[in-house]
């Protein structure tokens, strides 16, 4: 059983830059992949990045190329996403996932956290 939980989200102005964190509840955290997804009002769930900790391998999603990274801490059994150049379209609730054993082109996730708001401002 994998249990995560969000922080870090919050209002920034377009341009800014905001880091997330997940923490991860699992016996071995080696075993997953952690990603995060966002979703809108409206609209479906957007896979955003992914890594897998076993060798740190990542996927990001072509909207945020460059300008988000997603990193690491296996002493805090901790995944963070940090954001930056953040766009008004980016707004959206960040969600913390996961899956077994490494990240796949689709994000496609088996355990997720409850989310957490990111809103740019204009």
């Known amino acids: 059983q994998v249990q995560l939980v969000e922080s870090g989200g919050g209002l920034v102005q377009a341009g800014g830059s905001l880091r997330l964190s997940c923490a991860a509840s699992v016996f071995d955290l080696d075993y997953y992949a952690i990603g995060w997804v966002r979703q809108v009002p409206g609209k479906e769930r957007e896979g955003v990045a992914c890594?897998?900790?076993?060798?740190?391998?990542?996927n990001y999603a072509d909207s945020v190329k460059g300008r988000f990274s997603i990193s690491r801490d296996n002493a805090k059994k901790s995944v963070d996403l940090q954001m930056s150049s953040l766009k008004p379209e980016d707004s959206a609730v960040y969600f913390c996932a996961a899956v077994a054993p490494r990240c796949y082109s689709d994000f496609d996730f088996d355990y997720w956290g409850q989310g957490t708001q990111v809103t740019v401002s204009t």
């Open positions: 890594i897998t900790t076993t060798d740190g391998s990542t």
